[in-house]
């Protein structure tokens, strides 16, 4: 069966003025779009078909790998955004933010500087790992799947994310995504997910 472009979780519109319903045109139904046509044509009568996405990425290399991980990446980054986004989270999140990082603050001041950092085409995540919340960055399709660790959020900084918006400036689209679009309901869900998991 194959695999199909998911619907955005809100109105192309619906992150103005921080995400332009211009860019989420390119960048959800031109780059994502892409890749899941490539990805389809790459399994076809392959034994990846019918498999998960998930079990393609980690099964796979070079060119099926980077197809497959940039639907998934995609996917996640778009849930990791909504409208009136931005804000703090609470509950255990706020929790473990606060004693992995400091402060949210702080946790935003590291997150910003990993995905300026991030060289070329990227994403900047916030994961678990090991029971631990870090900040990490992945290339290009690369992502935090193959290392085990259980990513929580994501912010693209391929230049297509936000070209179109802030041109060069990287630095200012990743500030406006942590206080204006950062779906924190998304991340904790993941979180609460991952401790439900481990409590069991």
Not at 67 to 81: E, I, K, Y
Not at 118 to 131: A, N, R, T
């Amino acid at each position: 069966m194959a695999f199909e472009l998911p619907s955005l979780p809100y109105a192309q519109d619906a992150l103005e003025p921080h995400y332009s319903a211009n860019t989420l045109s390119f960048h959800h139904g031109k780059h994502h779009a892409a890749y899941v046509t490539k990805l389809n044509e790459l399994i076809a009568g392959s034994d990846h078909e019918g498999k998960s996405l998930e079990e393609i990425i980690a099964s796979s290399t070079g060119g099926l790998f980077n197809q497959a991980a940039q639907v998934w990446n995609h996917s996640f980054f778009w849930n990791s955004m909504k409208p009136g986004g931005g804000g703090s989270p609470d509950g255990a999140l706020a929790e473990a933010i606060d004693a992995a990082f400091g402060s949210l603050e702080a946790f935003k001041q590291q997150f910003k500087s990993a995905g300026v950092g991030q060289f070329g085409s990227g994403w900047v995540w916030l994961v678990k790992d090991d029971g631990a919340l870090k900040i990490v960055t992945t290339a290009n399709a690369e992502t935090p799947l193959t290392e085990g660790q259980v990513p929580l959020l994501t912010c693209d900084v391929w230049e297509h994310a936000y070209y179109l918006d802030y041109q060069n400036r990287r630095p200012d689209f990743i500030q406006s995504f942590l206080d204006n679009l950062v779906n924190w309901d998304f991340a904790a869900a993941n979180y609460d997910e991952v401790a439900s998991v481990a409590a069991e």
